[in-house]
């Protein structure tokens, strides 16, 4: 009898002989964590299936071994662990993190109970006991910091220490850090919280009348932040905000009241109009913009004998007015009335599941972007609340195939869609028409678009766009953001030749202060059409955002700045492409990496002559000619011409 090791990523493989069996069946085997990692092709994580062999009647059998057994995280190291799970299948996957940060320690929890700050953390590596560990409270200004034994915790392996609030200074802004021994080596790290501090106490007033305040850095570290609670005027002006939760709350009522309403209006049953009428739609509403947009301009160029409408929040009705586009304000019964009575449906987003399509609606999905994190079918567990994975993917399927039409922009996008979408209508592989402007945009184009953006024309331009993290929400409705690197570093390497934008999420765009840069760095989170700033940046940095699929049509250099990488990596399994190996640039794993990432990308410009990036370019970007608005116009006037 034997156990193979199968690395599921490199295919290597690894096999044991089983050195004993003991009662009830069961087989020990020993195995070495330093065997199931290697340093062959660049790989850093490591997860491995787990098969047991023997002979039975002259045959060689191998049974892939199932398991039920979920463990926790098992420090290896300072920079390794190692992690026995149960994948969606039942199948037993043994993982091994390797590369973590040095300076970073993980713990369990953090909170803010009365007047003391309690935390609680894993207390061995490798089985070992940790020894003489130290909390340390550091001023994030002087330097100074404040010590503090831990205990035992309540669970073995665990440490956990309350350290009262009452000793911080006023106005204190101190940073979390542990100090202990390995052996004879002596360590410091800064503590961390991988994921959000949803749940965890961030606040509380203390018993001398002032306050304490939990955050997290950009990079997950712990801040503490002591300062004097607010007076009454105070909170009499802070009333206004309250007031406007009430408003909100019964706003929320009134709009599941409204979506009643709705339903049953969908059920009533229309008519269509006699003229051809078209509905578009982008991002479920909130914005006029992406493929649905491209396709409506040369609607309205080619056959303005049409009615087109667009499906809009009400927040974009001044906008729609002042730019001479037709709208109705959804979920009102015009809107209900307009979607019914139409005869094409152009969506990047799902409408939503209770909205009819009427038979003689023909309903094209432009989609949004080339997927890099699984979707739909794929995506083997679903954490969603209110659903289960399989009512999940039944309402996929059940949506996915209401869309006559799906546009993809490759045939790895086409092989995506078929399997997470369920979908088994007709697919259109003609490019996305939003990256049109990005393939006909002439140089003088760019220089108009600089200058309407006030952007310098003598400046070379870098593009900041990463994806949005849930790490740093600090309370519901609240968000807390810091850029993963300095700007002061940037301007004293950058700043005379180049100025920064940056193309943040909504949500934490107005949490981001940068009135001390406004010389150089540039916040155009809210710009309509992120195209536009992808034609006037000379580079794009980027991390888990699939920004980078459209930005390559350009063939300028893309940077990737995933400084969590290693902390997010179980997450991250959600790609389709390996991340280590397939991304059209170098990776940057911190701020030195990055800005001499930088120094490289704007001195190369086009990146035509880059072999590997070119082979990411044949793969994703060469069947789109820039005339794949045409294409889809084109099409539906088929579909008209056919009907009529």
């Known amino acids: 009898m034997r156990v193979t090791f199968l690395e599921t990523n490199s295919l290597a493989t690894i096999t044991v002989p089983v050195v004993k069996v003991i009662d009830n069946n069961l087989i020990r085997i020993r195995i070495d964590a330093q065997a199931l990692q290697f340093a062959a092709f660049n790989q850093s994580e490591f997860t491995w299936q787990l098969f047991l062999g023997f002979e039975a009647n002259h045959e060689h059998v191998l049974l892939q071994v199932e398991s039920e057994y979920l463990s926790d995280r098992h420090q290896l190291s300072l920079t390794s ?12 996957t043994l993982s091994i993190h390797t590369q973590q940060a040095e300076d970073e320690f993980s713990i369990n929890s953090v909170n803010l109970v009365d007047d003391t700050l ?11 006991p940790i020894k003489d560990q130290q909390i340390l409270l550091r001023d994030v200004n002087t330097g100074e910091a404040l ?45 961390i919280l991988a994921r959000s501090l949803e749940g965890q106490n961030v606040q509380t007033v203390l ?14 570290g712990l801040i503490v932040k002591e300062f004097p609670a607010p007076t009454v005027v105070e909170k009499l002006a802070a009333a206004p905000s309250k007031l406007g939760a009430i408003v909100e709350f019964g706003r929320t009522i009134q709009d599941k009241i409204n979506l009643q309403r709705m339903r049953l209006l969908f059920k009533l049953g229309h008519r269509p109009n006699e003229a051809t009428t078209i509905v578009f739609e982008s991002f479920g509403g909130r914005q006029v913009s992406d493929s649905p947009f491209a396709i409506y301009k040369l609607f309205k160029e080619l056959y303005p004998g049409f009615n087109f409408v667009w499906s809009i929040d009400r927040s974009l009705k001044k906008f729609c007015r002042q730019n001479g586009i037709p709208y109705v304000v959804r979920r009102t019964s015009k809107w209900v009335r307009t979607l019914e009575k139409s005869t094409y449906w152009i969506s990047n987003a799902r409408f939503p599941a209770w909205v009819r399509k009427p038979k003689y609606v023909t309903y094209i999905q432009t989609w949004h972007g080339t997927p890099l994190k699984k979707l739909g079918l794929d995506i083997e567990n679903v954490s969603m609340p209110g659903t289960t994975t399989s009512k999940y993917h039944a309402n996929f399927v059940k949506e996915a195939n209401r869309w006559d039409a799906l546009v993809s922009p490759n045939d790895y996008s086409t092989r995506i869609f078929r399997s997470a979408f369920g979908f088994n209508n007709q697919i259109l592989k003609v490019g996305y028409p939003r990256n049109d402007e990005l393939i006909n945009a002439t140089p003088e184009d760019i220089v108009a678009l600089k200058e309407r953006l006030g952007i310098p024309l003598d400046k070379k331009v870098v593009l ?60 155009l989170s809210s710009h309509p059409d992120i195209s536009e ?112």
Not at 82 to 88: A, E, H, K, R, V
């Open 118 to 128: 309690k935390l609680t953390g894993n207390s061995l590596i490798n089985n070992q």
């Open 464 to 523: 900041y766009a990463p994806t949005y993290r849930d790490n740093q929400f600090a309370e519901k409705g609240k968000y807390t953001f810091e850029l993963p690197f300095s700007l002061d570093e940037f301007k004293a390497q950058f700043g005379e030749d180049t100025v920064l934008i940056l193309r943040m999420h909504y949500l934490i765009a107005n949490a981001l202060d940068i009135s001390d840069y406004t010389d150089f760095v540039y916040d």
């Open 533 to 644: 700033l992808y034609l006037v940046s000379d580079m794009l940095i980027t991390d888990y955002s699939s920004v980078f699929f459209d930005y390559a049509y350009l063939k300028r250099p893309i940077l990737f700045y995933p400084y969590d990488y290693h902390l997010y990596k179980d997450e991250l399994r959600g790609f389709y492409l390996d991340y280590e190996k397939d991304l059209p640039g170098k990776i940057a794993n911190n701020q030195t990496d990055l800005m001499r990432g930088i120094a490289h990308d704007l001195e190369v410009r086009d990146m035509s002559g880059n072999a590997k990036f070119m082979k990411f370019y044949d793969r994703f970007c060469a069947i789109d000619d820039g005339l794949s608005s045409l294409k889809i116009v084109n099409y539906v006037v088929h579909q008209i011409e056919k009907n009529v």
């Open 207 to 220: 018993s001398s009348g002032r306050m304490a305040l939990l955050e997290k850095s950009f990079n997950n």
């Open 81 to 92: 662990y190692i992690q026995f799970n149960s994948d969606s299948e039942g199948m037993a």
């Open 147 to 191: 010590s503090y034994p831990t205990e035992k915790g309540t669970l073995r392996g665990l440490f956990s220490v309350s350290i009262p609030l009452s000793d911080l200074p006023e106005n204190a802004d101190v940073a979390l850090f542990i100090h202990y021994m390995v052996g004879t080596q002596k360590v410091e790290q800064r503590l």
